[in-house]
Each structure stands twice: as structure tokens, then as C-alpha cells.
């Protein structure tokens, strides 16, 4: 059964940061990129960060320059550090591979950014 677990997520003022954190399968680190993905309400899941196994990084435009995605192999983890944060950033957050996720999806963390 695959398991992702997103933490890190809250509530934040514009220009605030958050660091986000992803558990995934040890397998997932081998096969393919990982990436970090955000649902706004009633938008479209989209892909924002990704990190391939070579650790080349690419960012959706709307993040670049903000955003940060890291991973840590020996612990099984993925981070998104969120700089420079703005109300448009506010979805909930998951991992999953990229660019081609997995149907297993995690519960996702909420990021709020709001005066």
C-alpha cells in the first residue's frame, strides 16, 4: 500500500514562509521525479515543484523564485520551502510523483495565506 503523508502546512500572512514536508516510499525516490502539487477550491490540481532522482528542479512560473523543493533520501522525505508567500499560494498541498503522479494520494496539507 503506498502512504504520503504532507505536513507543514497553516495559516500565514502574505509574505510569511512555510516549510512543507512529504513522506513517501522508499521506491518512490528511485523510479521517477517527485513533485509537489496544490488544489485551490474549485481549480484543478496543478503540478509546482518537482525533483527528479538526478536532482534537477523545475518550477511552475507562478512559484519560481519563491519556492524550494528539496528531498532528503536517507529519511524519505520531500520538502517545499514557500517563501514570500501570497493569498493566490492558498490550497491544499500534496506529493506524489511527477510529472505523471500515482492514483494514491495523501490527505494533503492546507496552506492558508490571508491579511
Known amino acids: 500500500q503506498v502512504q504520503l503523508v504532507e505536513s507543514g502546512g497553516g495559516s500565514v500572512q502574505p509574505g510569511g514562509s512555510l516549510r512543507l514536508s512529504c513522506a513517501a516510499p522508499?521506491?518512490?525516490?528511485?523510479?521517477?521525479?517527485l513533485g509537489w502539487y496544490r488544489q485551490a477550491p474549485g481549480k484543478q490540481r496543478e503540478l509546482v515543484a518537482s525533483i527528479t532522482s538526478s536532482d534537477s528542479l523545475n518550477y511552475a512560473d507562478s512559484v519560481k523564485g519563491r519556492f524550494t523543493i528539496s528531498r532528503d533520501i536517507a529519511k524519505n522525505m520531500v520538502y517545499l520551502q514557500m517563501n514570500s508567500l501570497k493569498p493566490e499560494d492558498t490550497a491544499v498541498y500534496f506529493c506524489?510523483?511527477?510529472?505523471?503522479?500515482?492514483?494514491?494520494w495523501g490527505r494533503g496539507t492546507q496552506v492558508t495565506v490571508s491579511s
Open positions: 506524489n510523483l511527477a510529472p505523471l503522479p500515482t492514483a494514491f
Open positions: 522508499e521506491t518512490f525516490f528511485t523510479i521517477a521525479a
